[in-house]
């Protein structure tokens, strides 16, 4: 079935350096991603999302890059500090449904080194 | 409440027992989710509900496997005979429509552990 895999299970940054996590999705309906940080013991946490019609989203020190033509999504998070560690999600749900219904990513663990 | 809220927030059983896991959404919100994460993994849907609709069960893994939720409230995942591979993490989630693009939150969990 379809499915949202990521490149990377690990990435190890030193604090201060910009960190890229990145995702390939295989939906070609999906038009709505969200990416989600969760904590050792914690529930996922909304960080971003961005939707089909946009190719980049920024928020605090984060950015969200879509690329339809490969399918292809990525979070870029500008200064990586310690509490940035966490595994990272993303995530996928099919546009115009009448469901927020998510499909999610294996996920990427993200270990800043001080 | 504040936030979407568990309990328990950890449970052990005994293979074979049935549990039973809580979830209380977000107030106001009609749409709650539940997902299972099993250890290192991602998380798995499970079911899906939207106001007075019928719920969304194709996440379900098997017959042992049933949510229930009153109105627009809490909601209850239960488990039956419980096995060793039903060990995980089962998170709740809800969102104020459930339509896409309105912001699903999620809880901190309920760690089930089958021994």
């Known amino acids: 079935g379809e499915s949202v895999g990521l490149h990377l299970p690990t990435l190890s940054v030193q604090e201060g350096d910009n960190s890229i996590i990145n995702c390939a999705y295989s939906n070609s309906a999906s038009d709505y991603f969200i990416w989600y940080k969760q904590e050792s013991g914690k529930g996922p946490q909304f960080i971003i999302d961005i939707r089909s019609n946009m190719d980049k989203r920024q928020g605090q020190r984060v950015t969200v890059l879509l690329n339809k033509t490969v399918k292809h999504l990525s979070l870029q998070i500008a200064a990586t500090q310690p509490g940035d560690s966490a595994v990272y999600f993303c995530a996928e749900t099919p546009w115009g449904g009448n469901t927020g219904k998510l499909i999610f990513g294996q996920g990427t663990t993200l270990q800043v080194k001080p | 409440g504040a936030g979407v809220s568990q309990s328990p927030s950890n449970k052990v059983t005994e293979k074979g027992k049935d549990v039973e896991l809580r979830c209380d959404p977000i107030?106001?919100?009609?749409?709650l989710y539940w997902y299972r994460q099993r250890l290192g993994q991602g998380l798995e849907f499970l079911i899906y509900?939207?106001?007075?609709?019928?719920?969304?069960k194709s996440g379900l893994p098997s017959d042992r496997f049933s949510a229930e939720r009153t109105g627009e409230s809490v909601s209850t995942l239960t488990i039956q005979r419980t096995q060793q591979e039903d060990s995980a993490v089962y998170l709740c989630a809800s969102s104020s429509n459930g339509g896409t693009g309105n912001t699903i939150y999620f809880g901190e969990g309920s760690w089930l552990t089958v021994v």
């Open positions: 107030s106001g919100h009609t749409a």
């Open positions: 509900f939207q106001g007075n609709s019928a719920p969304d």
